[in-house]
Structures are given as C-alpha cells and as structure tokens.
C-alpha cells in the first residue's frame, strides 16, 4: 500500500519562498506519476501541479506557472514542490498524491496534508 508523507508547510510573508517535500513508500516510487493538490478554506481542491513517472514532464496551474517548481528524486522516493513568490491567495493545505499510470489516470493515494499560510 502506497503511503505518502508531507512535510515542509507553515507561515511566511507575501513574497517568500517555501519547500513542500512528499515522502513516499510502500511501493516502487520511479512508476507513479506525482501530483500536488491544495484546497483553501471554503473552496474545493484543485490541482496545482503533477510530474509524470517516465520522461519526467511538468505541468503546472496557470496561477503558479513561473512560481512553482515540481520534482522528483527517484533514489530518495521524494517529490517536491518548490514555492517562490508566494501569494497570500497560495494560503491552503497541500497535498501530495500518486497515482499508477498503467492502472489509474485518476489520482487514487494521498497524503495527510501540510498547511501553507502566506501573510500580506
């Protein structure tokens, strides 16, 4: 069973920069697309961005193009997204999620989540 741990959230100010990190075990990490997902209060969850298992391509919400940066590093079972920019409207839980492209196109594994609150 896949299992996945975020870590990496917390407070910072309009402009600052966070690294969200996604531990992953329980199954072979290099044949699982990643994605990252938030929701903020009130609102439902939306994508923000995904890297697929095989050539490694990103994509990514337009409202973080050029401000987030997702990746993988297969020998540690890790995905990341790196936060620069940040907005008061990034303030949300993060999730990481997995998925077995040649079983799902859904995202069917997720972690518990992270807080990340941007301060104006």
């Known amino acids: 069973q896949v299992q996945l741990v975020e870590s990496g959230g917390g407070l910072v100010q309009a402009g600052g920069s966070l690294r969200l990190s996604c531990a992953f075990s329980?199954?072979?990490?290099?044949?699982?697309?990643m994605g990252w997902f938030r929701q903020a209060p009130g609102k439902e969850r939306e994508f923000v961005a995904d890297?697929?298992?095989?050539?490694?391509?990103?994509y990514y919400v337009d409202s973080v193009k050029g401000r987030f940066t997702i990746s993988r590093d297969n020998a540690k079972n890790t995905v990341y997204l790196q936060m620069n920019d940040l907005k008061p409207e990034d303030t949300a839980v993060y999730y990481c999620?997995?998925?077995?492209?040649?079983?799902?196109?859904?995202?069917?594994?997720w972690g518990q989540g992270t807080q990340v609150t941007v301060s104006s």
């Open positions: 890297i697929k298992w095989n050539d490694g391509h990103t």
């Open positions: 999620a997995a998925r077995e492209p040649a079983i799902s196109q859904e995202y069917n594994y």
């Open positions: 329980g199954r072979t990490f290099s044949r699982y697309a």
